[in-house]
């Protein structure tokens, strides 16, 4: 979450208003997939409810189509 928080800030310093964060870990380094997408979710939607103005739009990409579930229900979950 760290690396995720420390990208927002630096778009958010450089103007940058499109960002796409990779699922990290959850493929050859087998991190398991569901704490992967609550811990980016969680990070990502901090990042830009403290910052509403600064994105356009801001990705998480997955490697598996399998794994695109997760991050949503993540997502979900984080917005209420």
């Known amino acids: 979450s760290s690396a995720v ?3 927002l800030l630096e778009c958010v310093r450089v103007g940058a ?3 796409a964060f990779p699922a990290l870990s959850t493929g050859a380094y087998r991190f398991p ?5 609550r811990v ?3 990070a990502v939607l901090a ?3 403290a910052h509403p ?4 739009a801001v990705r998480i990409v997955v ?3 399998a794994d695109r579930g ?3 229900e993540a997502v979900a979950a984080e917005l209420g």
Do not use: K, M, N, W
């Open 63 to 65: 490697f598996r189509e």
């Open 17 to 19: 208003r499109t960002v």
């Open 33 to 37: 997939l569901g704490r992967a997408a």
């Open 40 to 42: 980016i979710a969680r």
């Open 47 to 49: 990042g830009v409810r």
């Open 53 to 56: 103005q600064a994105f356009d």
């Open 70 to 72: 997760s991050f949503e």
């Open 5 to 7: 928080r420390a990208s």
